[in-house]
């Protein structure tokens, strides 16, 4: 299995501590801009794989290292203008209503205010992917936290990602 091309600067998060309240060529180039904070990771997904150009099915994809609701949160190293929010998740195996909260903060993640809060039904082997585009007003991001919450219904279920880009 081939290695991502940049290393992507990142820290794993304990989740008590997350305030409550992929690079395209089109769009921000995450790993020269940002630092990813994530709960955590497999060993064998990292959230590398997130940001690796690559989202066709089959594609190298995150997976927490455990079950349960689970934050990745970018931290722009400058204040990015971000109007479009694109993502893909894929589940083959387990058939779960994920929850997902994208959520901005132009303080320096001081406080966050919600901008897309979606619900999934996967049901393996028929719906196995989905991807969003979420257009939104020009904003001026410090950070941008993806809160997953991966089976409403609290099956044991580990979140998962694909690909995340932002223009």
């Not at 794993?12 to 395209?24: W, Y």
């Not at 997130?50 to 290292?65: L, N, P, S, T």
């Not at 204040?79 to 195996?93: G, R, S, V, W």
């Not at 809060?117 to 585009?133: A, D, K, L, W």
């Amino acid at each position: 299995m081939e290695e991502p091309s940049r290393t992507l600067r990142k820290r794993i998060l304990n989740i008590s501590s997350v305030p409550t309240a992929k690079s395209d060529p089109a769009g921000i180039d995450i790993p020269a801009v940002a630092t990813v904070v994530v709960t955590s990771e497999h060993p064998s997904h990292p959230i590398d794989y997130v940001f690796d150009d690559y989202d066709q099915a089959g594609a190298r994809h995150w997976v927490a290292a455990k079950p349960g609701e689970q934050c990745v949160i970018i931290d722009f190293d400058t204040p990015q203008t971000i109007h479009q929010i694109a993502l893909t998740i894929d589940e083959k195996e387990v058939q779960r209503l994920q929850e997902l909260t994208v959520s901005v903060s132009s303080d320096g993640g001081r406080s966050y205010r919600e901008v897309v809060r979606q619900e999934y039904n996967f049901s393996p082997p028929g719906t196995t992917r989905e991807y969003e585009n979420w257009t939104m007003p020009p904003t001026r991001v410090s950070h941008l936290r993806l809160q997953i919450k991966p089976d409403k219904g609290g099956k044991p279920c580990y979140a998962t990602l694909t690909s995340l880009i932002l223009h």
